[in-house]
């Protein structure tokens, strides 16, 4: 058949009915594979047996669309384990699937889902690592956040938080005693980049084989900074206890957009409606975080590409100090918020408020000058434009298998953004723009980032307007709030928003008490560090280094 006459589509027509997707219909495609069905809050579970898994995958992926697998959460309860991939579409997130996978005590074990969604690869080794389940036909399944040497499954109900980890010495013998050089490969070497390399953006350790001076295999080693965020949250209680930890994983920058990720989904877990004066605070606070999340991102992929200190870095660093300053007007803190609210936020805007606009304002106003030196500075140097420009290429076809988001899935084309897709907060009420590119290179993700301040800018004036205006009687910052919450046992819901790495996703389990039974951190900067070595095969190790700083990732984001 010629590429004028592409074969028709076969994809199912899912009906959307006043409720949400016909899940009947979805029940009916996978019939021969279904044994129950789950009533999660946002998506409906379909329970299926555990050799099953990759033929509903595939099927929900080539006939009825779900095209991302934004998740794969597992848990232990008294009498089993379970797997969940949540799905959802690129072209809209609202229509989201859950596939539940059930496998006994005390054999948990069941097909892996990494050959349908290369996402699935990382989510699935982690839950291997933390929760104890085996994943048949997996490509590469062994610890990822923890050593290899590690004794237990840390989430697993009967780990013994007290048990020494014993490391025999073998463990301790010369990573480098075998020269370097790959067994499959004598022609190539190996090399480590990291774990403390000056460009790894924290603390990872990049294992890399060489083919004269081409990568020609590349694996991310990650979980130096992992310190079982989930657990900490499950230990916590809904209320009060849990809102300081999402400021630490993405700890640098983005602590409301983090906030936010818990808030949505607790409330909607909870049935909390979020006072529309407090919604316009919130989405003025997270534009703020995402202008300084970008602002450090532009300026150390300068300092990465360039070696820049002395102009770009400082320069960013100079605008992204100002808007932490607003923040620190507004929160109290300048890098761990914790300002938001279950129902709302914890206090009003601070007094006086024609001073507090005025200087959001004056900061606004000067942007687009400023942008403009950036792009003097940046993307109109011939040094960055040779060392970005189709390096790092990232096809859409795979950020969506990898599950990439936010400006590396937008950077290639990808038109995909929670907050006009899946609109939460004062997001649908405004006039902005979802930036994107199709040049799917480094210099494309840094365009992406630089244009979606402007559009921050944007959004933050419109709340300014807003809130300038709003009567004084009506300045409501939270929602009434039971003090104890205690949503229905058996309540399951996943949730996520657009942070400034992409979609940062809560899964949270309820059972009755004031505390999750099972809490789930979907990270951004892990599904997007895991595009790295399709990025960099075949590349230079300086064009690698040009494509993790266009990654943005932050570690204690990724290893939780």
Not at 6 to 17: A, F, I, M, N, Y
Not at 22 to 43: C, F, K, P, T
Not at 77 to 98: G, W
Not at 136 to 147: E, G, S
Request: charged residues 30%; negative net charge; proline residues 6%.
């Amino acid at each position: 058949m010629s590429l004028e006459e592409p074969e028709p589509s076969t994809q199912l027509d899912v009906g959307v009915t006043d409720d949400g997707l016909d899940y009947d219909q979805i029940e009916a495609l996978i019939d021969d594979y279904v044994i129950g069905r789950e009533s999660h809050v946002n998506a409906e579970g379909f329970v299926i047996r555990p050799d099953d898994v990759q033929a509903v995958l595939s099927t929900l992926k080539t006939e009825a669309g779900f095209d991302f697998c934004s998740c794969v959460t597992a848990q232990e309860y008294q009498d089993r384990y379970e797997s969940i991939y949540h799905l959802k579409k690129y072209d809209d997130p609202t229509q989201e699937v859950s596939v539940v996978v059930p496998s006994p005590r005390d054999d948990p074990h069941n097909q892996s889902g990494a050959e349908v969604f290369e996402t699935a690869d990382w989510h699935e080794r982690e839950a291997y690592d933390l929760v104890g389940i085996e994943y048949d036909d997996h490509p590469d399944l062994r610890r990822i956040l923890l050593p290899e040497t590690w004794q237990g499954h840390p989430l697993s109900l009967d780990y013994n938080q007290d048990k020494p980890q014993i490391v025999p010495l073998r463990e301790h013998a010369n990573p480098l005693q075998d020269d370097k050089r790959s067994p499959s490969d004598p022609d190539t070497m190996f090399v480590n980049i990291g774990p403390h390399h000056p460009a790894t953006h924290g603390v990872l350790h990049i294992k890399t084989a060489l083919d004269g001076e081409q990568i020609a295999d590349l694996e991310p080693d990650i979980g130096y900074l992992h310190r079982c965020e989930e657990q900490m949250c499950q230990q916590g209680t809904y209320r009060h206890q849990i809102m300081p930890y999402p400021d630490r994983w993405d700890y640098i920058s983005a602590g409301l957009l983090n906030e936010w990720a818990y808030a949505r989904a607790a409330e909607d877990l909870a049935d909390i409606d979020v006072p529309e004066y407090a919604q316009v605070i919130r989405t003025m606070g997270a534009e703020m975080s995402r202008i300084a999340a970008h602002m450090l991102a532009v300026s150390t992929f300068a300092l990465d590409i360039n070696g820049d200190f002395t102009a770009t870095f400082m320069y960013g660093i100079r605008d992204r100090e100002v808007v932490q300053n607003l923040l620190e007007d507004l929160t109290g803190q300048r890098l761990m918020f914790n300002y938001f609210r279950l129902g709302g936020v914890a206090w009003d805007l601070p007094e006086p408020r024609e001073e507090y606009f005025e200087k959001v304002r004056d900061f606004v106003d000067g942007l687009p000058e400023k942008l403009t030196e950036y792009h003097d500075l940046l993307t109109n140097n011939e040094i960055l434009q040779m060392r970005t420009v189709d390096t790092g290429v990232l096809p859409p076809e795979d950020a969506k298998s990898y599950g990439a988001t936010g400006p590396v899935a937008r950077g290639s084309g990808i038109d995909y953004d929670l907050r006009r897709d899946d609109p939460y907060g004062y997001y649908d009420e405004l006039d902005w723009d979802v930036v994107t590119e199709d040049g799917c290179d480094n210099f494309s993700r840094l365009l992406v980032r630089m244009r979606e301040v402007e559009e921050s800018a944007k959004i933050i004036e419109q709340c300014v307007d807003l809130l300038e205006d709003w009567p004084e009687d009506e300045r409501e910052i939270q929602a009434n709030v039971p003090r104890t919450l205690r949503p229905d046992p058996d309540r399951e819901i996943y949730r996520a928003v657009e942070g400034a790495k992409g979609e940062l996703g809560i899964y949270i389990r309820s059972d009755g008490t004031d505390k999750p039974a099972r809490f789930k951190i979907r990270s951004p900067c892990f599904s997007n560090l895991h595009t790295l070595p399709t990025m960099s095969e075949g590349e230079y190790i300086p064009d690698m280094i040009a494509s993790l700083g266009s990654l943005d990732i932050v570690l204690g984001e990724v290893d939780r």
